[in-house]
């Protein structure tokens, strides 16, 4: 029988792990959307036909899913984690009703930063048409070479609001629903 501690570690992460597999294919026609040039693609059904066509089901399940799996998993071990941690100190008990606000966007900040390069890294990768493709690997070293290590951290600031914004009201909103039902 593991620990809370340990359990709650494993949980969150299988759950990052799981997710990977149900995320990779939108982020993917998520990401072919927002980069297309001259409306490429109508909608984003006409988008991940493209990709099946050009590149199969593969394409559309796999181009950068081990990045995704690499982002996935440390971060929501990281989000639950932290959030669970913070949760249990005299700081979060005399913040009473407004802990959850603030510890869930503590807890959504730092889920981010130290995978953040790697949704970089994904991103590149997921940006790509046709069968072959650079490995994460790859792209992550020519990102690199070209541009150096703030690259990888372009975009962190946005990134850091959206993700206080909505992690506080995940987390309030969960815990103002839990006390009314509980």
């Keep these: 029988v593991a620990t809370p501690f340990v359990a709650l570690l494993l949980a969150a992460s299988f ?7 149900l995320v990779a294919p939108v982020e993917r026609v998520k ?3 927002q980069a297309q040039k001259n409306s490429l693609y109508a909608n984003e059904l006409e988008c991940a036909q493209a990709v099946i066509e050009t590149e199969g089901w593969t394409g559309l399940f ?3 899913l081990g990045p995704t799996l690499a982002r996935e998993v440390p971060s929501y071990a990281i989000y639950f984690v ?3 941690i913070l949760m249990q100190t005299s700081q979060a008990e005399s913040l009473g009703s407004v802990a959850p606000l603030v510890c ?3 807890s959504g900040c730092a889920c981010w930063i130290p995978v953040y390069p790697i949704d970089v890294v994904k991103t590149l990768v997921q940006n790509t048409e046709g069968g072959n493709s650079d490995s ?5 070293v020519q990102l690199y070479k070209d541009d150096g290590i703030g690259a990888f951290y372009n975009g962190l600031t946005p990134k850091m609001l959206r993700a206080s914004v909505n992690h506080a009201v995940t987390f309030y909103v969960y815990a103002l629903v839990m006390d009314a039902l509980v």
Excluded: E, L
């Design 62 to 64: 796999s181009r950068g």
């Design 82 to 84: 932290v959030y669970g």
């Design 31 to 33: 990401v072919m959307m």
């Design 104 to 106: 869930g966007a503590i």
């Design 15 to 21: 759950s990052g792990f799981v997710t990977a597999f």
């Design 136 to 140: 994460a690997i790859d792209v992550a």
